[in-house]
Structure formats: C-alpha cells, structure tokens
C-alpha cells in the first residue's frame, strides 16, 4: 500500500513563509502535485511536479509565491511557499499519479491534508 505523507503545515502570519513536505512510501509515480481545499471552497491544484523530469507546473494564483521541488534520494516532494497571505489559508492535501496527469481525477494516490492557517 502506497503512502503519502505530508507534514509542514501550521499557524502563520501573512507575509511568513512555509515549507510543506510529502514523503512517498515508494517512488513509482509519473506527477506529483499539492491540492488545497479552503474552508466552504472546492479542491483546487496548486502546483504539480514531473519526477523524472523536474518540470514544474502552477496555478495562476500561487506563479512567484509558491515553489515546488523534488529529493529523489528521499522520494519526498516540497511545497515552498513565502509571502503568505489570508487568502492561502486551506488544507494541503499532495497527490501522486502513475500516468502523466496533474487533473484532480487523474491522481491514484492521496496524502491525508496538512492544515496551513494564515493570520492576517
């Protein structure tokens, strides 16, 4: 059984910064990708990952805040994000898929949410 696991969350002021961490069981994935869900807000992708390629991809509303990265040797993929703001506040969930898809239905494996509050 595959995990994910992420870790990282917490209560911040805007303008901190936080990195999100999400440690996979085994690397047998094409994408990764972080989704957040805003209190009373659809899931929403916010930034994926190729793991063979490094090839990043964003949401418009995160492009320059928020930075997505990879360690093979740890099988565990990053979520930097800085300036944050009130708005960023949401559960972070992150997805791995085994096909080349960042799209919410595409993803085969799920983390079970880390929480990032943002104070204004």
């Known amino acids: 059984q595959v995990q994910l696991v992420e870790s990282g969350g917490g209560l911040v002021q805007a303008g901190a910064s936080l990195r999100l961490s999400c440690a996979a069981s085994?690397?047998?994935?094409?994408?990764f990708a972080w989704f957040r869900q805003a209190p009373g807000k659809e899931r929403e992708f916010v930034a994926g990952i190729s793991w063979s390629s490094g090839r990043t991809y964003y949401a418009d509303s995160v492009k320059g805040q928020f930075t997505i990265s990879r360690d093979n040797a740890k099988n565990t993929v990053y979520l930097q994000m800085n300036s944050l703001k009130p708005e960023d506040t949401a559960v972070y969930y992150c997805?791995?898929?085994?096909?080349?898809?960042?799209?919410?239905?595409?993803?085969?494996?799920w983390g079970k949410g880390t929480l990032v509050t943002v104070s204004s």
């Open positions: 085994r690397r047998t994935f094409s994408r």
């Open positions: 997805a791995a898929s085994t096909t080349a898809t960042l799209g919410m239905m595409g993803m085969d494996y």
